[in-house]
């Protein structure tokens, strides 16, 4: 793992960026368990993200993307690869256009229902009292309330 954390630090350079070992999952869930990850990585741009998923697919190495943390499981034995959190770099939102937002995937489905709220958007409302993230939303295909 020092190779690929190398590696990793090599790819990471903006300034925000950073990779740790054997990181305690339990600071980065909402339920507070959860062992180590072997490499916990925070891409800063989409170039870096790229790099990184790239290398570790050439490696075949495990990846898991984090991003709020809620609602998540992660064994005392803690995790094998990398986990890149996205909560880090990528929790930011504001409008883009007349009629859109742009989010990024860390950001807080409670924020962008903010954010859609003050730019007079409608649709999002459902998403004020899922605790989660943008990104975590599109993977799970999340909703409530019968709306997604």
């Not at 054997?22 to 490499?39: D, N, Q, V, W, Y």
């Not at 741009?45 to 490696?59: D, H, K």
């Not at 489905?109 to 958007?121: C, N």
Request: hydrophobic content about 40%; some cysteine.
């Amino acid at each position: 793992m020092e190779d690929l954390k190398q590696k990793l630090e090599a790819i990471l350079t903006s300034e925000r960026s950073f990779v740790k070992e054997m990181e305690p999952m339990s600071r980065h869930t909402t339920f507070r368990i959860g062992g180590p990850a072997a490499l916990y990585a925070a891409p800063g741009n989409e170039g870096e993200l790229a790099a990184l998923l790239r290398l570790c697919r050439e490696r075949d190495v495990p990846v898991r993307i984090l991003g709020n943390g809620s609602n998540l499981l992660v064994s005392d034995r803690g995790l094998s690869g990398v986990v890149v959190a996205m909560e880090e770099n990528w929790n930011y939102g504001g409008p883009e256009g007349e009629n859109s937002l742009r989010a990024g995937a860390g950001l807080l489905l409670s924020k962008a229902a903010s954010l859609a709220l003050t730019h007079s958007l409608t649709g999002l409302e459902f998403a004020a009292g899922i605790p989660g993230t943008v990104g975590g939303a599109v993977m799970m295909n999340a909703g409530a309330y019968g709306s997604e």
